[in-house]
């Protein structure tokens, strides 16, 4: 039997398998559909300081192989998710991260503080969604997010962890600052920016009518993001995330440099995926003779 657990920054997790925040709700929902044993971590939906309702439909579409949504980042708020969801973390059989959202740094650390109430095990700073307000993105200004993170920072001891997005063209300077900032790991990547018509009706397929493109013609994006930062900041640890499918995705994305590797939209498909996908990890270890997890990341041979 080979080893699974690898390290991430301050923590260490039995499986580099993290469910994607936005893909399992906020967990507990999801816990007798998803078989959580086999993650290492459980990342709740994205919650803001007040109650967003989201975008009006349609807010989710097809796109070949893909996804597009704009749901908005439909949520609670943070009191509320306080008094509903977090009395009902204790009894998962994973540990639970929580997601902060919000419009400004003093937003992140409202939120952070509260789900540190709750008993999340870690917090996931989500700078990255394309979708909220007028579509801007803090990820793509490095200054801003570090802002973020240090915001955060300063309210909680948790580990905390910083989503950025593929659409950055200087997504390595904007993992620089996060890690600078305080985040102990980053998260590559989140949606990119993407959008569909119907031909039959001549309307956008969704409301916005921009979104953000998830599935599997996303990992060769996401796994060109863990390249670029794993080989210039190697010290960083990644969470590799992207269109991920397969047992040999997840090697993919190890071998890039992820330290862990999380699943999303394959969820909505195969909600029980991680079983499978941890098989055919556990396959092509015993294959290749791989001792631990260690052993395959950022262990790309070069030409």
């Keep these: 039997m080979r080893p699974l657990a690898t390290t991430l920054g301050p923590i260490v997790l039995r499986s580099p398998l993290i469910a994607a925040s936005g893909t399992v709700g906020s967990v507990v929902e999801f816990n007798e559909t998803v078989d959580f044993s086999v993650y290492g971590a459980a990342v709740a939906k994205s919650v803001s300081p007040d109650e967003w309702p989201g975008r009006p439909s349609p807010r989710l579409a097809p796109a070949g192989t893909g996804m597009l949504n704009a749901i908005g980042i439909q949520n609670p708020g943070i009191g509320r998710w306080e008094e509903e969801i977090g009395p009902r973390l204790r009894g998962l059989d994973v540990p639970v991260w929580g997601s902060a959202v919000g419009q400004d740094p003093e937003d992140f650390a409202a939120v952070a503080e509260g789900l540190e109430s709750t008993g999340v095990a870690s917090i996931e700073v989500n700078l990255s969604c394309p979708n909220i307000e007028d579509g801007s993105l803090i990820a793509l200004d490095a200054d801003l997010s570090a802002r973020v993170v240090e ?46 018509i119907d031909i039959e009706t001549r309307r956008p397929k969704l409301s916005a009518p921009i979104g953000g493109y998830s599935g599997p013609p996303l990992k060769p994006i996401a796994l060109r993001c863990v390249w670029e930062v794993h080989r210039e900041l190697a010290s960083v640890p990644i969470i590799g995330c992207g269109g991920v499918a397969t047992g040999a995705d997840v090697v993919e994305f190890l071998l890039a440099g992820a330290s862990a590797v999380a699943i999303g939209s394959t969820h909505f498909a195969e909600p029980r995926a ?22 395959l990341v950022g262990a790309t041979r070069p030409w």
């Design 151 to 196: 915001a955060v920072r300063r309210v909680t001891s948790l580990p905390i962890g910083a989503k950025l997005s593929p659409n950055s063209e200087r997504i390595t300077e904007v993992a620089a600052a996060v890690a600078g900032a305080g985040a102990d790991w980053v998260v590559l990547t989140n949606t990119v920016w993407g959008a569909g």
């Design 274 to 295: 991680g079983r499978r996908i941890t098989r055919e990890l556990k396959k092509y270890m015993d294959r290749h003779g791989v001792d631990g997890i260690s052993d």
